[in-house]
C-alpha cells in the first residue's frame, strides 16, 4: 500500500487502513523534506496526511482502535481479561491489529533481507 496522497485517503477510513498505517507514520511525511511545510520549526503542511492519521483517532473507528490496543497491552502486562470482559468489536479489532502487525512484521523482515543481499549504499555504485 502506498502512502495516500491529496485527495486519496479514504472516508471513512477503515481500521485495518488506520492500523497500517499507524505503524507506518515515518513513510507518511518527513516535515523538514515537505517542498509544502512551513519553514519555520518542521512543521506539517495542511495537506499532511499525519494530519488526517491523527485526526482519525478522534473517530469511532479510532476510539476502537485504542481500546483495542489497551486491551492487548492489558493482557500483554498480565492482567487477567476474560473473554466475556471484552466486546465483541473489540476482540475484533485486536484480531485486526494482529493480521496487520503480523504483515507489516513480514514486510520488514523482506525487506531487510533484501537489504543484506543488496548491500551498504556504497557497494552499488
Given at each position: ?13 477503515s ?11 515515518e ?5 523538514g ?13 495542511d ?40 466486546d ?38
Amino acid at each position: 500500500m502506498q502512502a495516500p496522497v491529496v485527495g486519496e485517503w479514504p472516508e471513512p477510513p477503515s481500521l485495518s487502513y488506520l492500523v497500517h498505517w499507524a505503524l507506518r507514520r515515518e513513510q507518511f511525511c518527513a516535515p523538514g523534506l515537505c517542498p509544502d511545510a512551513p519553514e519555520e520549526k518542521h512543521e506539517r503542511c495542511d495537506h499532511c496526511p499525519l494530519n488526517r492519521l491523527d485526526a482519525a483517532q478522534l473517530t469511532d473507528t479510532g476510539q476502537l482502535l485504542r481500546r483495542a490496543l489497551h486491551l492487548r497491552s492489558a493482557l500483554a502486562m498480565g492482567i487477567r481479561i476474560g473473554l466475556d470482559e471484552i466486546d465483541a468489536d473489540e476482540f475484533f479489532a485486536m484480531q485486526v491489529v494482529e493480521q496487520v502487525r503480523d504483515a507489516h512484521d513480514r514486510e520488514r523482515i523482506r525487506q531487510q533481507s533484501f537489504d543484506a543481499i543488496r548491500g551498504p549504499a556504497w557497494c552499488r555504485q
